[in-house]
């Protein structure tokens, strides 16, 4: 199984600058795309930014140019440095990656707990 954990989340002012990081631990053989996602209260969850293990990038149009998402492969790990913060960027964060328990076994998709970010007017 893999375990992902987010951490950073927290109430920062809009214009503000807050950063995400996401660990994933457990037996995984390897871990492919990795990626950030939100859900606002009362709205469905949607993407922010994937990054593969080649480090391209893919962002949603609300975040672009405010945002950026990076990885670590060899702690694999995920940042997601958020710049210019909104109102509207209020949600809880979640993590996810697909990732495989062995040598050419499926790939699977994980989901972390996700982390608060509250960005007060």
């Known amino acids: 199984q893999v375990q992902l954990v987010e951490s950073g989340g927290d109430l920062v002012q809009a214009g503000g600058s807050l950063g995400l990081s996401c660990v994933a631990s457990?037996?995984?053989?390897?871990?492919?795309?990795m990626g950030w996602y939100r859900q606002a209260p009362g709205k469905q969850r949607e993407l922010v930014a994937t990054?593969?293990?080649?480090?391209?990038?893919k962002y949603a149009d609300s975040v672009k140019g405010r945002f950026t998402i990076s990885r670590d492969n060899d702690k694999n790990t995920v940042y997601l440095q958020m710049n210019s913060l909104k109102p509207e960027d209020t949600a809880v964060y979640y993590c996810?990656?697909?990732?495989?328990?062995?040598?050419?076994?499926?790939?699977?998709?994980?989901w972390g707990q996700g982390t608060q970010v509250t960005v007060s007017s």
């Open positions: 457990g037996s995984m053989f390897s871990i492919d795309t």
């Open positions: 996810r990656t697909t990732a495989s328990l062995s040598s050419g076994g499926s790939m699977y998709l994980y």
């Open positions: 990054i593969t293990t080649g480090s391209s990038t």
